[in-house]
């Protein structure tokens, strides 16, 4: 009886909500392998995965998925990882070189031009080299670790999360953890390991797990540990490791965070960026409180 299949995001910011399934026994239960966030959504669809963290533009594409409750990777403030980044102030874009690792980012930056910053530019998927997409189009869209790493000193920037918040006030949701309805059902039901005491519904157990991995990842000394190894792979100091994860990404599926999670597939709809998104569904116990 095969283990629940994780695909997982290769970034920094998935980092804590990872850190049981690296650091404790229940990693044990799960066959996880690392990708791209619009990878991720692709291995959902094609049923190489079972649970992903799904670019959120990916559940408007990608039919039978639930949300499992309660994480997400969303910013209530400038988030320093999604830039738009030009060597020409923004009412002079015309041309937008768009990440082809995102989905969401994606959305979020047509939805931006049409409704506040103008309309009319034309947008180019491209691979995230920023030399390549500014020296082709007027502006480029950069996603993750590589837009951190980015010397925003030598450009004109937009941080994308900020944008959004400003016109909308909501936060944004950029991701969260989605499973396949068909892979709780049959033998790709999750077990636990003899490791593992608890005997309640794995329905019941799989949220929890993963709100527990956060948690435990977002703990002063987990933090400690992820600024240690992840500062000198990315250049840049521990403290803007621990800041970004503290202060930049909000780890929480909240009210709050719903609303601004669908007000962007409306907006997304509505300027065709996006298929119209289904009721976001959680895979909760019947008698749990949703968010």
Known sequence: ???????????????????????????RDFDISYTLPSACARALQAGTADIGIIPAAAYAQVPGLMVLPGVAIASR???????????????????????????????LTKILFEKWLGGGRTFTPMAPDIQKMLAAHDAALVIGDPALQ?????YFTLDLAEEWIRYTGKPFVFAFWAVRQEALCGDSRPRPSASR???????????????QSRDHGLEPASLD???????????????????????????????????????????????????????????????AAIP
């Open 1 to 27: 009886m095969r283990p629940l299949r994780i695909s997982a995001i290769s970034y920094l910011n998935t980092a804590p909500l990872m850190w049981d399934f690296e650091h404790a026994e229940v990693g």
């Open 197 to 211: 005491s608890d005997a309640r519904a794995p329905e019941q157990d799989l949220a929890q797990v993963f709100q």
């Open 150 to 154: 980015i010397d925003r000193s030598l």
């Open 77 to 107: 403030r400038p988030v320093r990882s999604i830039l738009l980044v030009s060597r020409v102030p923004v009412e002079n874009i015309r041309t937008v070189a768009l990440d082809t690792s995102s989905m969401t980012s994606v959305a």
């Open 225 to 287: 540990q992820i600024a240690r190894e992840w500062a000198p792979r990315l250049g840049i100091r521990d403290a803007d490791v621990r800041s970004y994860l503290t202060e930049n990404i909000y780890y929480q599926l909240d009210a709050q965070c719903l609303e601004g999670l669908q007000l962007f597939y409306r907006y997304a709809a509505e300027i065709g960026a996006l298929p119209a998104a289904p009721e976001v569904r959680f895979l909760v116990p019947a008698n």
